[in-house]
C-alpha cells in the first residue's frame, strides 16, 4: 500500500493521554499520532481528554494540522477519585464511557476503515472499541509485568497487599469474558515486554508483536540535544545520581535511597537527587531522615519544564530506576538518548532497554540482595568515569534503537496487514 492509497484510509484513535512537549504517555499518544499524519498520511480523528485540548490547539506542530480532534471528560469533580492506581483505573473506565459514546455518534456520520486504541497503554481494562466490528488495532499496551517475587516478600504491608492486590486484579480482569472477546475480536495487539506479548496470546489475539511502548527523536529531547551538545569531560568530586519518576511505590525510589545509604557506608561520597511527587512522598522523606541522609538526598517536586529534567539528567552520572514492574521507561530511554547511563534491574521494560555498555542491570532477588547490588553499582560509578566518553556514545547509540520512527512503522504495518485482511 503507498502513501496516495493511505491518504484514503480513515482512523479513529482513542488516546486517552496525548500531549505536546510532555513525556510519559502523553507524548507517546502525541508523537505517534504526530507520525501516522504527518508522515504516514492517514486522516485521523483522535479522541481525547478535554484537559488536553489547550495543550493541543497551542501546538504548531504541522503534522497534526489535519487531524480532527475529539475531546471528552467525565465531570470535573471526578477527579477527586483518580488517586492511586484502581483510581485511575476507575477514573479511566469511566473516560472510555464518554470516548465510546463520542466514537458512536462519529461512526454514525463518518466512514472509518480501521480503530485504534493507542492510550490508555495498558491491557486492562480491555477497549470497547472492539464493539464496532471494525479492523482492531490495540497498542502497544503492557501491564502484565508483575514485580520479582523474591522482592515481594519484602514489602512493606501495605505495599505488599497493594501488589498483590494490583496481581490479583489482573488475573480477575483477564478472566473475564467481555475482556477475552475484545482481544478475540483484535486484528493485531501489540504487546510492550515479554510478559504481555505473552499475556495477549493467552487473552485470544491471534496477531500479537512485540513492539516497544515509546521512543525518542523528533521530540523534545532532540531539541534539547540539538542545543546542548554532550559533555566530552567527565564530572568531578561528588557522584551525581538522579531519580525520575513518580513517587510510587512499584518505582522503586525506596531501593534507592537504601542503596545510597549503603554506598555512603563504603566510602562514596554520592548524592541522589529525586524528582516528581506522588504517594510515597511522605514515607520516603521519613525514610532519608531515618537513614541520616539529609545532606545527600534532596527531593525537588515536579520540575517547570521536561528542559529543566534534562540539564539535571545531563548533569549526572547516572539515572537510578530500579522499578519493580516498569512497562517501558521513558525517563530510562530519555537519560540514554542524553548520554547518561542507567543503573536499573534486570526486569520488565528497563531490563530490555539497558545493556551492559550503557548501564548496570542489577539482578532481581530479594531487597537485601537489590539494595547491595544498586549500592555496588553506585561504588563503581567513580572508575567508570575513565570510560566517560565509550559509555556516553553507547548510550546514545542504544537510544538511537527505540526511535518513534520505529514504532510507527510498527504501527504502520499493523494498519496495512489489518487492511489487508478485512478484504480478504
Not at 32 to 49: F, H, N
Not at 77 to 85: E, P, T, V
Not at 210 to 222: F, R, T
Amino acid at each position: 500500500m503507498n502513501k496516495s492509497s493511505q491518504h484514503h484510509k480513515r482512523l479513529l484513535i482513542s488516546a486517552y493521554a496525548c500531549a505536546p512537549d510532555r513525556g510519559a504517555e502523553p507524548g507517546v499518544g502525541w508523537n505517534l499520532i504526530a507520525y501516522m499524519a504527518g508522515e504516514y498520511g492517514y486522516q485521523l480523528t483522535v479522541i481525547t481528554r478535554t484537559k488536553h485540548q489547550p495543550a493541543i490547539e497551542a501546538s504548531d506542530d504541522p503534522r497534526v494540522k489535519d487531524v480532527n480532534w475529539i475531546y471528552v471528560d467525565p465531570p470535573e469533580w471526578l477527579i477527586s477519585f483518580k488517586r492511586g492506581a484502581l483510581g485511575l483505573k476507575a477514573y479511566y473506565l469511566l473516560w472510555q464511557k464518554k470516548m465510546h459514546a463520542a466514537a458512536v455518534e462519529h461512526l454514525g456520520k463518518h466512514p472509518v476503515d480501521l480503530v485504534h486504541h493507542l492510550t490508555f497503554g495498558s491491557i486492562l481494562p480491555a477497549t470497547s472499541l472492539a464493539a464496532f466490528g471494525l479492523p482492531l488495532v490495540v497498542g502497544p499496551v503492557g501491564g502484565a509485568e508483575m514485580s520479582p517475587p523474591a522482592l515481594i516478600g519484602d514489602l512493606a504491608p501495605r505495599l505488599w497487599i497493594r501488589d498483590r492486590l494490583r496481581a490479583a486484579l489482573y488475573r480477575f480482569g483477564c478472566g473475564l469474558r467481555s475482556t477475552q472477546e475484545a482481544y478475540e475480536k483484535c486484528s493485531v495487539a501489540l504487546g510492550a515486554t515479554d510478559a504481555s506479548v505473552k499475556s495477549l496470546k493467552e487473552l485470544g489475539a491471534k496477531d500479537v508483536r512485540l513492539v516497544p511502548q515509546s521512543g525518542c527523536g523528533d521530540d523534545e529531547v532532540a531539541t534539547f540535544i540539538e542545543g546542548n551538545p554532550a559533555l566530552e569531560e567527565a564530572p568531578k568530586g561528588t557522584i551525581r545520581l538522579l531519580s525520575a519518576s513518580r513517587l510510587v511505590h512499584w518505582k522503586g525510589v525506596d531501593l534507592s535511597i537504601d542503596a545510597v545509604a549503603r554506598a555512603v557506608e563504603k566510602g562514596v561520597d554520592v548524592e541522589l537527587l529525586i524528582l516528581q511527587e506522588g504517594p510515597e512522598s511522605r514515607a520516603l522523606g521519613r525514610q532519608v531522615k531515618k537513614r541520616g541522609l539529609e545532606e545527600r538526598v534532596r527531593f525537588l517536586g515536579k520540575l517547570p519544564s521536561l528542559e529543566n529534567v534534562y540539564e539535571l539528567m545531563r548533569s549526572s552520572d547516572a539515572l537510578i530506576h530500579p522499578a519493580m514492574n516498569e512497562v517501558f521507561g521513558q525517563s530510562v530511554l530519555e537519560s540514554l538518548a542524553l548520554g547518561r547511563q542507567v543503573i536499573c534491574l534486570d526486569w520488565a521494560g528497563p531490563g530490555m532497554i539497558v545493556t551492559e555498555d550503557c548501564g548496570i542491570k542489577i539482578k532481581p532477588g530479594n531487597r537485601k540482595e537489590i539494595v547491595e547490588g544498586l549500592s555496588d553499582a553506585i561504588v563503581s560509578l567513580k572508575d567508570r568515569r575513565e570510560s566517560w566518553n565509550a559509555i556516553q556514545n553507547a548510550s546514545i547509540e542504544r537510544a538511537g534503537v527505540y526511535t518513534w520512527r520505529r514504532v510507527a512503522e510498527e504501527l504502520d504495518q499493523a494498519y496495512k496487514d489489518s487492511f489487508a485482511r478485512a478484504e480478504e
